[in-house]
């Protein structure tokens, strides 16, 4: 029996090919056969634009998902309930999963670069996924997953990205100092994410941002060991003002990526026509401006 591709003719998903894509459940499972799954409708839908990608599509209800599905060539099975609990990573499927070929991407495959994450050892799958959303909001060119760090195509990778990981390169398996070396070639400053270090918007006041850069982020346990910040170029922090003791790594990484970002693009747009005020001189400026509003009170 073949996979249909036409909605009303789907047949049921037979228990060899439901043993056979099982296997991808597991990371030797998806090593040996070069595939993995994608689950959601999101996912699938970004994993079908790409074209070439998906293989085959398992589906708990043909006629729900005919619309995403339509104009497409890809091969379908209908699975019953139990049959997509055992293909589903979440405790309630959503009831379309797509076997798609993994992604590969190589330094040398990159194309011009402004804005890089480097994830060193990041080893939460639920934060990488999260990482490389934020890294397709906010526009950046590339994610380096450095050897050590968790696998791409992990399934709770894979649906933390919430499709993203199909919408921009992912390079994996490379040394950090590689990763680095690359990114100063590229012309990017490297830029180490850390609790202590200068001020990620008093950096971004003083124009440092404005430039390509590529972000360290360490991992979520031990963040970065000393021999990994002096890879970077600057060590920076992101403030906080109010009583949280940290932030979570993927939030720290969203808000240095977003404030690069709205850098960059400001720098792009509004091209600064003199210097930028110094950090000093805010921290004057605010300090003054506080002492002023005491006074009036």
């Known amino acids: 029996m073949v996979p249909s591709n036409v909605p009303n003719a789907v047949p049921d998903l037979p228990v ?31 994993a079908l634009a790409l074209g070439d990608v998906v293989q085959e599509v398992v589906l708990g209800d043909s006629l729900k998902h005919a619309d995403l599905l339509a104009g497409t060539d890809v ?50 799958p639920g934060n990488a996924g999260t990482i490389i959303r934020c890294a397709d909001a906010f526009g ?22 919430v499709g993203s990981m199909f919408h921009l390169p992912i390079v994996t398996g490379v040394t950090l100092a590689d990763a680095v070396a690359f990114c100063r070639d590229r012309g990017l400053q490297v830029l180490a994410a850390d609790s202590d270090g200068a001020e990620l918007d008093l950096m971004a006041a003083d124009g440092g941002l404005s430039g390509p850069t590529a972000w360290i982020m360490g991992n979520e346990a031990w963040g970065l060991p000393a021999e990994d910040a002096a890879l970077s170029d600057q060590v920076v922090s992101v403030p906080m003002w109010g009583a949280a003791e940290s932030l979570n790594l993927s939030t720290a990484a969203a808000v240095c990526l977003y404030q690069s970002a ?27 401006s506080a002492v002023t509003k005491l006074e009036e009170s």
Do not use: Y
Request: aromatic letters at 2%; proline letters at 5%.
């Open 75 to 124: 091969p379908q099975w209908r699975a019953s309930d139990q049959q997509m609990r055992q293909l589903s990573d979440t405790v309630t499927p959503q009831g379309i999963i797509a076997v798609c070929r993994q992604l590969s991407h190589d330094l040398a495959s990159l194309g011009d670069v402004r804005l890089v994450v480097i994830c060193a050892q990041v080893r939460d």
């Open 16 to 46: 060899a090919v439901l043993r056979s894509i099982r296997r991808l459940t597991n990371r030797r499972g998806r090593d040996v056969a070069g595939t993995f799954l994608a689950e959601g409708p999101q996912a699938v839908r970004e």
């Open 262 to 288: 709205s850098c960059q693009r400001r720098n792009l747009i509004d091209p600064p026509s003199s210097a930028p005020m110094s950090s000093a001189a805010i921290s004057s400026a605010t300090t003054h």
């Open 140 to 161: 950046v060119d590339a994610v380096i997953l450095t050897q050590g760090s968790v696998e791409l195509h992990n399934p709770k990778t894979v649906r933390s990205s």
